[in-house]
Every structure is written in structure tokens, then in C-alpha cells.
């Protein structure tokens, strides 16, 4: 975006405007080639989502200009009385899985810890921790805006941001976020339509393992919630002192020993934790780590792992554990022999919903023949559509919803035979 650029596009911008006799704050949207030329997309008369850019980068309020002009004040400043300086970003925060086709994500914010505000980090958000994100409105939780003085400085602001945001209860595009900035083609500006696409090796990673420090820090986070837990029950008891609500393994000659399970995926990952006092050896695929732990406040813990010291936060939500560990989130299942629980995907031959929506078209018919990929219904669900296909060949028996009823995340809506 050059000075030149920019001042053919302002001029552009207000000429439209004026065209139509138009007061008040505006937006008028180009869409623009490499070779300098713009065209005209839109005027929306209101600021648009991306308006703490411009006010990171002038130091100005533009909320509040437009109050000024509605209220019939003139502007505070006149165009060539603006100055630019430095670099600033914004990202968009959304309940939403990237890793599949960035479809929504709705349940109830469990944890929500945006990084903290300074001069350089600005969070603007309408919802706060406990809150739902439902399917009936946009799922955008917060706008995350970066400045610096230039634009490898804002995006390493952006970065360090995106790491220590940390979400728990829905899917976020955090992680999605994190792998863009640090995109080379993004870094170095190099900006296009077809970014995406181009670059999906990079943003789209082949799913790779839970690593060794989260697998043991999830461990460590379970022993001391059932810790924690167990003092807390302790206290409202009729024998608070009783040794029967300890839980550091005592046992009169051998040390007391255990596994605790996890899934990562389809893996089922067997933790044996062997208790020794005041802490813990921990063996993991065959390796041992003598590891320490202490609460801190709300899920936050301080972990050593052998001489290492880690802070790190592990939130329980239902089966789920989400591991916040060096700016990353690993989400991890917990296995419980007495409870299993298939997760997701294709139940008894059906196919379930992606997300809560409302079923608007039925494809198919029962007793249909189809092929794979074929489709089958049509679920609305935040403003987009979505085409539930076929998995496989096959038949399909009965729809489980008709069109206009409402489903739930998970639902069973065909049921379906595949051809052997």
C-alpha cells in the first residue's frame, strides 16, 4: 500500500460518499491487484471489524468521531492533519476448527484468558468466561489487535499474544492464527486471495503426537486436582484430619502405584505413576521422570519434571483436558476404563451433525442408492450451509430430522448403510 495508493482510494472513498450525500462514519471497500489498480466492492455506513487498525496506527478514536458527527459536531481533525506511525494487526478470535473447513464451534467458554492489554495489545470482546457461544449469532469471541513501530515488530507482538491466549470449552482458530503469522509468505507480506490455499502444507500440518511435557503435565494435573479436591471435601467433613482423605499414596510397606489413562486421538496412552512422598515417578514409553507439582491460582500449576520447572495450565472439561504449555494448547481425552466413551464421528452406520444447527433440505431419499461423497442433507448453522455427505457407497435407510427441525452438536440425522 503505497502513499499514492492510499490517497487514490481516500479520494475514491469520499467521492462515493459524496455522490450520495452521505454523513456520518462509512467504509467504502476496494479490492485491489499488484499492479496498483483498485475497484470498488462495497459502502457499509457504520465502521467495519477491522476500524482498531486504523485508530492503533493515527492514535485516534473513531468511535467517538462517529458519535461527533451524528450528533452534528464537526470532524476533530481534517485528513492532512492525520499522521501514520508504526505497524499494527488484527486478529479475529473465533469459535471455530480450522482443521475442518473452519466450522463453527459452540459450548460453554470454560476458560477464557486473553493476554494482557498494554500500549502494544489491545482485546476488544462482548463475552467474558462462562459465557455460551450458541449457534445463533457470529462465533467470534474477541478481535486481537497488535502495534509496532514496524511490521516484523507487530507481527512478533502478534505471536507472543496468539500464545498466551488461551481458550478452553469450544474449538478456537487460535492455533490456526499462531501457524499464519508465522508463515513465511505472510511475514514477508507477500499477500494474496489465494494465500490459503497456497500455503495449506504449512497451515494445515499433519496432526503430529502430544508431546512428552504435556502428557506429563496433564498427569501431574490430574494427581493434584485430586488433591486439591480431596482437601476441599476434607474441610466440610465431620473428621477433617482423618488420614482417609489423603491422597499422597501411603501405604504401610510397598509405595503405592497406578496408571492413569489418556487419548490422543485414537492412541490410548497408559501413564504409570509410582508415588514417593512429596512427589512422583512418572514413566511414560518405557522412560522415567521424578516429577514434583503445586497448585496455583485457579487451573494454573508450577510442574517440575527432573530439574526442569514449567508453569502450565490444565482445564477439565468433561473428558477433555486442555494442556496450555509453552503458548501452545494440546487437548487430550481421559481414559476412564469404568466410563469409555466413543467420541465423535459415525455412530451404528449413521452420520451425526458437525455442529447445533437447523436441518433445511433433505437430498436424498430413504431407501436411496448413493455413491461416496454423494449428498445428503443441507444443516444451516451461523449464517453458513453445510453439505452432509455420503462416507461411502451405499444406502441411504432413514433420515433422522425432517426439513426446519432443530439438531444438536452430535446428533445422529441419517442413517446409513455402507455397501460391504
Given at each position: 500500500?503505497?502513499?499514492?495508493?492510499?490517497?487514490?482510494?481516500?479520494?475514491?472513498?469520499?467521492?462515493?460518499?459524496?455522490?450520495?450525500?452521505?454523513?456520518?462514519?462509512?467504509?467504502?471497500?476496494?479490492?485491489?491487484?499488484?499492479?496498483?489498480?483498485?475497484?470498488?466492492?462495497?459502502?457499509?455506513?457504520?465502521?467495519?471489524?477491522?476500524?482498531?487498525?486504523?485508530?492503533?496506527?493515527?492514535?485516534?478514536?473513531?468511535?467517538?468521531?462517529?458519535?461527533?458527527?451524528?450528533?452534528?459536531?464537526?470532524?476533530?481533525?481534517?485528513?492532512?492533519?492525520?499522521?501514520?506511525?508504526?505497524?499494527?494487526?488484527?486478529?479475529?478470535?473465533?469459535?471455530?476448527?480450522?482443521?475442518?473447513?473452519?466450522?463453527?464451534?459452540?459450548?460453554?467458554?470454560?476458560?477464557?484468558?486473553?493476554?494482557?492489554?498494554?500500549?502494544?495489545?489491545?482485546?476488544?470482546?462482548?463475552?467474558?468466561?462462562?459465557?455460551?457461544?450458541?449457534?445463533?449469532?457470529?462465533?467470534?469471541?474477541?478481535?486481537?489487535?497488535?502495534?509496532?513501530?514496524?511490521?516484523?515488530?507487530?507481527?512478533?507482538?502478534?505471536?507472543?499474544?496468539?500464545?498466551?491466549?488461551?481458550?478452553?470449552?469450544?474449538?478456537?482458530?487460535?492455533?490456526?492464527?499462531?501457524?499464519?503469522?508465522?508463515?513465511?509468505?505472510?511475514?514477508?507480506?507477500?499477500?494474496?486471495?489465494?494465500?490459503?490455499?497456497?500455503?495449506?502444507?504449512?497451515?494445515?500440518?499433519?496432526?503430529?503426537?502430544?508431546?512428552?511435557?504435556?502428557?506429563?503435565?496433564?498427569?501431574?494435573?490430574?494427581?493434584?486436582?485430586?488433591?486439591?479436591?480431596?482437601?476441599?471435601?476434607?474441610?466440610?467433613?465431620?473428621?477433617?484430619?482423618?488420614?482417609?482423605?489423603?491422597?499422597?499414596?501411603?501405604?504401610?510397606?510397598?509405595?503405592?502405584?497406578?496408571?492413569?489413562?489418556?487419548?490422543?486421538?485414537?492412541?490410548?496412552?497408559?501413564?504409570?505413576?509410582?508415588?514417593?512422598?512429596?512427589?512422583?515417578?512418572?514413566?511414560?514409553?518405557?522412560?522415567?521422570?521424578?516429577?514434583?507439582?503445586?497448585?496455583?491460582?485457579?487451573?494454573?500449576?508450577?510442574?517440575?519434571?527432573?530439574?526442569?520447572?514449567?508453569?502450565?495450565?490444565?482445564?477439565?472439561?468433561?473428558?477433555?483436558?486442555?494442556?496450555?504449555?509453552?503458548?501452545?494448547?494440546?487437548?487430550?481425552?481421559?481414559?476412564?476404563?469404568?466410563?469409555?466413551?466413543?467420541?465423535?464421528g459415525a455412530q451404528g452406520g449413521g452420520l451425526t451433525a458437525?455442529?447445533?444447527?437447523?436441518?433445511?433440505?433433505?437430498?436424498?431419499?430413504?431407501?436411496?442408492?448413493?455413491?461416496?461423497?454423494?449428498?445428503?442433507?443441507?444443516?444451516?448453522?451461523?449464517?453458513?450451509?453445510?453439505?452432509?455427505?455420503?462416507?461411502?457407497?451405499?444406502?441411504?435407510?432413514?433420515?433422522?430430522?425432517?426439513?426446519?427441525?432443530?439438531?444438536?452438536?452430535?446428533?445422529?440425522?441419517?442413517?446409513?448403510?455402507?455397501?460391504?
Amino acid at each position: 500500500m503505497t502513499l499514492e495508493r492510499r490517497r487514490q482510494m481516500g479520494e475514491a472513498a469520499v467521492a462515493a460518499a459524496r455522490a450520495v450525500g452521505y454523513v456520518g462514519a462509512g467504509t467504502v471497500e476496494f479490492i485491489a491487484n499488484q499492479d496498483g489498480s483498485f475497484y470498488f466492492m462495497e459502502m457499509n455506513t457504520r465502521l467495519q471489524v477491522e476500524h482498531p487498525v486504523t485508530e492503533m496506527i493515527t492514535g485516534q478514536d473513531l468511535v467517538e468521531w462517529q458519535l461527533r458527527v451524528a450528533a452534528g459536531q464537526p470532524l476533530p481533525l481534517a485528513q492532512e492533519q492525520l499522521q501514520i506511525r508504526g505497524h499494527a494487526l488484527e486478529a479475529r478470535i473465533y469459535a471455530e476448527d480450522a482443521n475442518k473447513g473452519f466450522l463453527p464451534s459452540t459450548g460453554k467458554l470454560i476458560r477464557l484468558s486473553p493476554p494482557a492489554e498494554s500500549i502494544n495489545v489491545r482485546v476488544d470482546t462482548g463475552v467474558e468466561e462462562g459465557d455460551e457461544i450458541t449457534p445463533y449469532y457470529d462465533p467470534m469471541i474477541a478481535k486481537l489487535i497488535v502495534w509496532d513501530e514496524h511490521r516484523d515488530a507487530a507481527l512478533a507482538r502478534m505471536r507472543k499474544a496468539l500464545a498466551d491466549y488461551q481458550v478452553a470449552g469450544v474449538t478456537t482458530n487460535i492455533d490456526f492464527l499462531s501457524r499464519l503469522v508465522a508463515c513465511p509468505a505472510f511475514a514477508g507480506a507477500d499477500l494474496d486471495t489465494g494465500l490459503i490455499e497456497r500455503q495449506k502444507d504449512f497451515l494445515f500440518p499433519a496432526a503430529q503426537a502430544v508431546p512428552r511435557d504435556a502428557l506429563l503435565v496433564a498427569t501431574v494435573g490430574e494427581l493434584l486436582w485430586e488433591q486439591h479436591e480431596a482437601k476441599q471435601k476434607a474441610k466440610t467433613s465431620g473428621d477433617p484430619w482423618s488420614p482417609w482423605h489423603a491422597r499422597d499414596g501411603w501405604r504401610m510397606n510397598l509405595s503405592a502405584a497406578r496408571m492413569i489413562g489418556f487419548r490422543d486421538g485414537d492412541s490410548l496412552i497408559e501413564v504409570q505413576v509410582s508415588y514417593q512422598r512429596d512427589q512422583w515417578n512418572i514413566n511414560l514409553n518405557s522412560e522415567t521422570t521424578l516429577a514434583r507439582g503445586k497448585k496455583l491460582d485457579g487451573d494454573q500449576f508450577a510442574v517440575e519434571l527432573d530439574d526442569r520447572r514449567l508453569i502450565a495450565s490444565v482445564v477439565a472439561v468433561d473428558d477433555k483436558r486442555h494442556v496450555f504449555l509453552h503458548g501452545a494448547t494440546y487437548i487430550l481425552l481421559r481414559d476412564d476404563p469404568l466410563h469409555l466413551v466413543e467420541a465423535g464421528g459415525a455412530q451404528g452406520g449413521g452420520l451425526t451433525a458437525p455442529m447445533p444447527g437447523k436441518v433445511v433440505a433433505l437430498l436424498a431419499q430413504a431407501g436411496q442408492k448413493v455413491d461416496k461423497g454423494a449428498p445428503l442433507l443441507i444443516l444451516e448453522a451461523m449464517k453458513m450451509e453445510h453439505t452432509i455427505t455420503a462416507p461411502t457407497a451405499g444406502t441411504v435407510k432413514a433420515f433422522c430430522y425432517a426439513a426446519g427441525e432443530q439438531v444438536s452438536d452430535g446428533a445422529a440425522l441419517v442413517e446409513f448403510d455402507s455397501e460391504k
